[in-house]
């Protein structure tokens, strides 16, 4: 599949994902969702993001913020049912970054909000 046809999947899964999310009284803004190479090598060396070859690079990737009854989410097991479901699309989801699949029920990662194509 060309970069374009994964991209524009990955739309419509987000699209899926949003329309879901608010279907269930959650509400989510964007956070970032393309970077170009100078903004992902700054984000690695601040350690803000641990790898350079980021899927945000090529437009796959999408950072949510959530809102639960109108109050940012800081608690990241509040996105597990947004990351399940993105999971049960066919997308990865940043919540389980570091986490042995052992440990999927009881722990979560170390980037609950990221959402990207798999």
Known sequence: MRLSEKQRDFTCMMARLIIWAYGRGLEL???HAWRDTET?????AMKLSKTIKS???DRLA????LFIEGRYATNSE?????GEFWESMGGRWG???GV???DYATKIGWD????EYN
Not at 40 to 44: A, D, I, S, T
Not at 62 to 65: E, P
Not at 78 to 82: M, P
């Open 78 to 82: 509040d996105y597990r049912v947004l």
């Open 62 to 65: 999408v950072d949510l913020n």
């Open 55 to 57: 899927k945000h690079l």
């Open 95 to 97: 919540g389980r970054f």
């Open 40 to 44: 992902q090598r700054r984000l690695v």
């Open 29 to 31: 803004t964007m956070g």
């Open 100 to 102: 042995d699949k052992t």
């Open 112 to 115: 609950a909000g990221h959402f």
